[in-house]
């Protein structure tokens, strides 16, 4: 088993920053895809960004691009989200999760087995 510990969420004015963590225990997830995603009340959880096992490849949700930087440090077993110019459309829960079992850098949270339980980021107008 994983757990996903997420942390670094808060409410921010439009165009600031925050950076998000997400601490992986229990199992290794050295070899695992690790993404962020992100859901409002009422609406699906949507992909933000995904970060390969060796941190040689990533992926953005074209809301993300420009703006979202994805990186992992494997030896602290920690993913961060970096959220630069940061609009109230970006408030949501954001959620770490964890692709034990497929290679690459899959969108799709169909793909993931292990999820962190959110942080709240709010930005406010």
């Known amino acids: 088993q994983v757990q996903l510990v997420e942390s670094g969420g808060g409410l921010v004015q439009a165009g600031g920053s925050l950076r998000l963590s997400c601490r992986a225990s229990g199992r290794t997830v050295s070899g695992s895809a690790m993404g962020w995603f992100r859901q409002v009340p009422g609406r699906d959880r949507e992909f933000v960004a995904v970060?390969?096992?060796?941190?040689?490849?990533?992926s953005y949700a074209d809301s993300a691009k420009g703006r979202f930087t994805i990186s992992r440090d494997n030896a602290k077993t920690t993913v961060y989200l970096q959220l630069n110019s940061l609009r109230p459309e970006d408030t949501a829960v954001y959620y770490c999760?964890?692709?034990?079992?497929?290679?690459?850098?899959?969108?799709?949270?169909?793909?993931?087995?292990?999820w962190g339980q959110g942080t709240q980021v709010t930005v406010s107008s």
């Open positions: 999760a964890a692709a034990s079992r497929f290679d690459g850098v899959p969108k799709k949270s169909i793909y993931y087995d292990f």
């Open positions: 970060i390969s096992w060796n941190g040689g490849s990533t």
